[in-house]
């Protein structure tokens, strides 16, 4: 571990054991409760360990903001009262961005310059930018059936259960227990099992404001124990889930057979089409950050990289050049770029798709293995292979790393094709100062986003 590690260590000392919170406080450590190590991606060192929430204690953390909602203030405040609150864990959190950044890098492998500009500064805005939107909203009344006047008004829906993934836990997480209660729900979050400790902090430090016990609560575990279990228990309402495409599936079940009303955000295999009339300099950027950036592990990457013929063996060779002068390393050290993948296994899946582009016959372009300069950590070579044809698995299956998959195109028309043939549809790229190019291909790709000369803006 380098110096820095150890002065942040010092300053802030990861917790031993994290436990679930409910009611505001820390269950307790128990000698008969399942526990996950918790692994730092950076060296492999075990950091902490997580206590796995049992199913008792998910029906205590369910009963603690059933009770809150039912009978607590929170619902019933105005929504100034509540919008003060959200306003104290926007600066709490702001007050503890660099124990929150720390905990995030250690854990997630995400690099701190990265957390601290863009992740911790987002957790806190989330809280500012829903309190807003909450005190924004209003109902509808419907005046045409005379005389009688219909009126619509907007209610909590009660207790959501939140859960998350392990790519940009603060972030994201924050995102939820934001949105949900500043419209006056309450809620139980369960981060993931791989990246606890960020969240545990951020939940400690709710409980430092105004806000009243059993509004956020926390357990812990593996997705299919503590997660299923919370999704299924009676008292949930409502699920918000963010994470991978078969687990929305099987989560989209659970609470259908509850007919509990689900939010999922999933996964994506995006395209990112680089036109021969795109301001090619701009261009590389983006496709640089879209692919690579957050460690290449972005539900939004733009991972099929469909470049323009006349134009691809120049950007592909500078595709190529720049993406051997990454600095991979230690996430904590300021110039590094990209830090290791979050989890062990995660990174021999991103690997294994370096056999099946083999196999399917790609063209290794670079990269395409571990990082060897790391003795110890979960680090990959910026890779990228020019791909047989969009039919190919690593055209067709999300990889989730620093993973980019290349093919060509003649005309705008073939590569909305491509684009479109896909079973993801989260975003779009395209890079180009056409009008009609840039028009047609943003009205004909079927994604939720399309993102014009500029990478994941999302504001
Ligand atoms: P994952 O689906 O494996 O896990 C996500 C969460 O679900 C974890 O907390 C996990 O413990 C929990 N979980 C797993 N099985 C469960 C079950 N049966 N019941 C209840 N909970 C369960 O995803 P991941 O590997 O943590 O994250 C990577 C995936 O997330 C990628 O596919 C990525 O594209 C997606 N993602 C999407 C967005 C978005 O906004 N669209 C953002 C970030 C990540």
Redesign the pocket.
Known sequence: MNNMYQEFNEKFQIKKCVTSIINGEPTLISKNEDIIPVISPINEIHISDLQQSSNSEVDQAVSAAREAFDNGPWPRMSVDERKKVMLQIRDILKENAEELAFLECINAGLTMEYIKSMHVIRAGWNFEFFSEVASQASGESYTQTKPYLSIVTREPIGVGAL??????PLA?CSMKIASCIAFGNTCVL????YTPLSLHKVVELIHKTDIPKGVVNLVNG???IT??AL?KHPGVDVVS?????S?GA??AGRANEGLKPVAL????KSANIITNSANLDRAMDGTILGIYSNNGQQ?LAGSRILVQEDIANEFIDKFIERSKKIRVGDPMVKSTEIGPVCHEEHMNRVLSYCDIAKNEGAELLTGGERDSLHEKGFYLKPTAYMAKSNESRICQE?I?GPFASFLTFKEIDEAIHIANSSSFG?VGYIWSDNLPTVMKASQNIRAGTIWVNTPMTRN
């Open positions: 859960i998350g993934p392990w790519n940009a994201l369960k981060p993931s099992e593996n997705g299919k997660g299923d999704v889930f963010t994470g991978g495409t687990t099987i989560i955000e999933l996964g994506g539900c999300e989730f989260l």
